[in-house]
């Protein structure tokens, strides 16, 4: 099993306060690292995921550790439904509310659903498989326009239209099945590489479609709410994330706190991984850390 790294892991526990017998939620619990982090510091953790085959693997790792049902129990769910979770395993008042918004290792090189366009796999890109809608529905099925609209307002693409217009000719022979299909329509674009010099072509298409199939900002702008009227007062909420419109629903909410005075945002700025953890994990190169204790 690949455990992910998690970014900015010490940074985070110490926002978070931990300390032994205070009660935490780590509301993307993935494989269980940063509730095993948690866990060590002698904090008590729920952690939610929903994604059924992931909690198997975080079950495994953390019962190999010791830590479930003594200080770490587990729960399938949307986050977006954290306040509902969190009352449903009496874990209301809350010390520490963590939200790692990445996608884990595990989703991206094991999970077999098309994650990484590094590998050539079905196009579902489906966090649940519970989930009706795979990106290969929206590949196929959408309109040149939607498709434009989808890749600008969620891959935030310059050249949207253009990559909209070869899927719509590319599927007009073939329907999408794979990830390496949609990976070489892409890359067979005039001029993109050119245009990609830091990051593949492919990135900001394969974001687009994995908000889109799994409702992240959505999903995101519920859950803050409801995870802030889960904490304790004094309690803090930390949240990573991974691309401007993420960081931005945060960024949105804790001024909104601030404003009605009801919570203080700790890092006026994102707090960003140092150059040697970026080395050490390239994964972290995006990450924005921010923090709101409730008042």
């Given amino acids: 099993m690949v455990i992910h790294k998690p970014v900015l892991l010490e940074e985070a526990l110490d926002f978070l306060k931990v300390e032994k017998g205070k009660r935490f939620i780590d509301a993307t619990v993935g494989e ?33 550790l010791g830590y479930l049902g003594k200080n770490v129990w587990l729960a399938q769910g949307n986050f977006r439904d954290i ?6 395993h009496g874990f209301t008042e809350a010390d520490g509310i963590l ?26 890109m489906r966090e649940d498989p519970g989930l009706t809608v795979t ?21 935030e693409e310059k050249r949207a239209a253009q990559l909209a217009s070869a899927i719509v ?38 974001q687009a479609l994995r ?19 889960v904490l304790k007062t004094g ?3 930390v949240v990573l994330s991974f691309h401007s ?19 203080a945002a700790l890092t006026k700025k994102p707090f960003r991984p140092s150059a040697a953890e970026v080395f050490r994990n390239p994964q972290a190169r995006s990450v924005k850390m921010r923090v709101l204790e409730k008042r």
């Fill in 169 to 206: 000719r590319a599927r007009s022979l073939k329907p999408f099945r794979t990830t390496g299909e949609l990976v070489e329509v892409v890359e067979g674009i005039q001029g993109i590489q050119g245009h990609r010099k830091k990051i593949h072509p492919a990135t900001r298409i394969f």
């Fill in 83 to 88: 306040d509902q979770i969190a009352k449903e």
């Fill in 235 to 237: 309690g803090r909420l």
């Fill in 99 to 124: 939200m790692d918004l990445g996608i884990s290792s595990w989703h991206l090189k094991e999970s077999g659903r098309g994650f990484s366009f590094q590998k050539d796999e079905p196009l579902d």
């Fill in 32 to 64: 269980g690292g940063q509730a095993s982090a948690i866990s060590q510091r002698g904090g008590i953790v729920l952690g939610i995921d929903r994604d059924p085959e992931i909690l198997k693997e975080a079950t495994s790792y953390l019962s190999d």
């Fill in 245 to 263: 419109l993420e960081d931005r629903e945060v960024k949105n909410f804790f001024q909104q706190m601030e404003a009605n005075r009801r919570g």
């Fill in 211 to 229: 908000i889109a199939v799994n409702d992240e900002i959505e999903n995101l702008r519920s859950a803050l709410p409801r995870a802030f009227k």
């Fill in 135 to 155: 990106a290969a529905d929206l590949v196929n099925g959408l309109t040149k326009n939607e498709l434009e609209k989808l890749f600008q307002k969620f891959g």
